[in-house]
């Protein structure tokens, strides 16, 4: 049971775009900055978004990332077949004094 | 470039001990918490511990406390990861990661199988 909640799956067409959710609290995603990774079959995770909204250099621009209260969201648009991953939200969490994350989403790009 | 290297995984038996390492190069290592996150098979990510720079502050998840110590040699650029008393849910691929809240570096991963 992961602390923070994503959809298990996701799917989208060539082209068209899609959001995964992330869902937390307050002691994680409600007073911390939001990342999101994205992970290959096989490869470690790689950073696609932090501080809720920045890429990093190298990430393309389709991604995005936007936080609300104690959820995230984050947009990827013109997909490509080669978006097809597993993506994990994660965010510091006070209680905690580590990092938490979500469960992943398995993106199937149709 | 910044590359951070796994190594020490392996298959164990339930009880035993086993220590992972860390190799980092491509940056200043002694700048940097670190953390090591793991991997269960077909599973997703939890976070297991992290070190300060100077290795003053140490976190833990409630899973490991006790059984798993984090260190860090500066001087070798090395991250390590002892782990005692290995049970069958730590079977993992344990990644070290630069950073602390927003890891943006990651190794290739190491695995640890525990199973009689």
């Known amino acids: 049971q992961s602390v923070l909640t994503q959809p298990p799956s996701a799917s989208g067409t060539p082209g068209q775009g899609v959001t995964i959710s992330c869902s937390g609290s307050?002691?994680?995603?409600?007073?911390?900055?939001v990342s999101w990774y994205l992970q290959l079959p096989g490869t470690a995770p790689k950073l696609l978004i932090y501080?809720?909204?920045q890429r990093p250099s190298g990430v393309s621009d389709r991604f995005s990332g936007s936080k609300s209260g104690t959820s995230a969201s984050l947009a990827i648009s013109g997909l490509q077949s080669e978006d097809e991953a597993d993506y994990y939200c994660a965010a510091w969490d006070d209680s905690l004094n580590g990092p938490v994350f979500g469960g992943g989403t398995k993106l199937t790009v149709l | 470039e910044v590359q951070l290297v796994e190594s020490g995984g392996g298959l164990v038996q339930p009880g035993v001990s086993l220590r992972l390492s860390c190799a980092a190069s491509?940056?200043?290592?002694?700048?940097?918490?670190m953390t090591w996150v793991r991997q269960a098979p077909g599973k997703g990510l939890e976070w297991v511990a992290n070190i300060k720079q100077d290795g003053s502050e140490k976190y833990y998840v409630g899973s490991v406390n006790g059984r798993f110590t984090i260190s860090r040699d500066n001087a070798k650029s090395s991250l390590y990861l002892q782990m005692n008393s290995l049970r069958a849910e730590d079977t993992a691929v344990y990644y070290c990661a630069r950073g602390i809240s927003s890891p943006d570096y990651w190794g290739q991963g190491t695995l640890v199988t525990v199973s009689s």
């Open positions: 307050s002691s994680n995603i409600g007073g911390n900055t």
């Open positions: 501080s809720n909204n």
């Open positions: 491509g940056f200043t290592f002694s700048s940097y918490w």
